[in-house]
């Protein structure tokens, strides 16, 4: 899942980011509001984290202009003020949630798994495909009851995939989604991170889940169950 944090605070949007980094997110940075406004336009972000007191624009006016603009990224917004008429003026500019500083960042992780959930439609916190289990707020998997050991980047790839189960998803999405702004689109590490995923996923003797559509993408399902094809047809495996 990628991110764009809005924070003037240097320090803060470092450790921000770096705790968020550790979690699993791709982490994109800016610190001011028109900064926020130009990303969240050019770039697709799963949620926006933003603080009210930016230069330039405040917190108010980006959320203002993002949903002038349809965007509909799920903002989640961080203050020093408390006061009730602060946060209703949060809510009323379109943000989805209010968070005061200082926070603790459990609290601010399972805000954002809370936006997260609901997207576009309510997603469960345990995706299951076949015997994959994938837990998001406890960022493991296991497959037929077996943990599986991932990193946090094979995790983040592996979470998209399962949110999007059954979907053909294209390499640019899976960048935009897994990597941050510095991530090089023409590097090969998106095949890397999927042949790494294939080699703990589907372990041998066990159905195929991971699946390569080519020239579309890859796509997470258990094709066993559907009574499709073989689940290597068509794969670039």
């Known amino acids: 899942m990628r991110l764009l944090v809005a924070e003037d605070d240097s320090a803060l949007a470092a450790s921000l980011a770096k705790a968020l980094r550790v979690n699993a997110y791709a982490v994109?940075?800016?610190?001011?509001?028109?900064?926020?406004?130009?990303?969240?336009?050019v770039n697709e972000y799963d949620a926006i984290v933003l603080d009210v007191m930016l230069p330039k624009r405040d917190g108010f006016e980006v959320a203002n202009a993002l949903r002038a603009r349809g965007i509909r990224t799920p903002i989640l917004m961080l203050t020093a003020r408390d006061r009730v008429g602060d946060k209703v003026a949060g809510l009323d500019a379109?943000?989805?949630d209010y968070l005061t500083k200082p926070f603790e960042l459990d609290e601010l992780l399972a805000r954002l798994r809370a936006l997260l959930r609901r997207g576009?439609?309510?997603?469960?916190?345990?995706?299951?495909?076949?015997?994959?289990?994938?837990?998001?707020?406890s960022q493991t998997a296991e497959r037929a009851g077996r943990a599986l050991p991932l990193t946090t980047k094979e995790y983040a790839m592996l979470e998209y995939l399962a949110?999007?189960?059954?979907?053909?998803?294209?390499?640019?999405?899976?960048?935009a989604h897994v990597w941050d702004e510095h991530?090089?689109?023409?590097?090969?590490a998106l095949e890397v991170y999927i042949g790494r995923l294939r080699r703990k996923v589907d372990v041998s003797g066990a159905t195929p889940l991971i699946h390569?559509?080519?020239?579309a993408g890859y796509m997470l399902a258990d094709l066993s169950a559907t009574g499709r094809a073989s689940a290597k047809e068509g794969d670039d495996r």
């Open 28 to 41: 994109d940075v800016v610190s001011d509001g028109d900064a926020a406004v130009v990303e969240a336009a």
């Open 94 to 96: 379109g943000a989805d």
């Open 120 to 137: 576009p439609a309510v997603a469960p916190q345990r995706i299951e495909v076949g015997d994959l289990t994938v837990d998001t707020r």
């Open 163 to 175: 949110r999007h189960a059954g979907e053909v998803v294209g390499r640019a999405d899976i960048s």
């Open 183 to 188: 991530h090089d689109p023409f590097s090969n």
């Open 212 to 215: 390569t559509r080519r020239g």
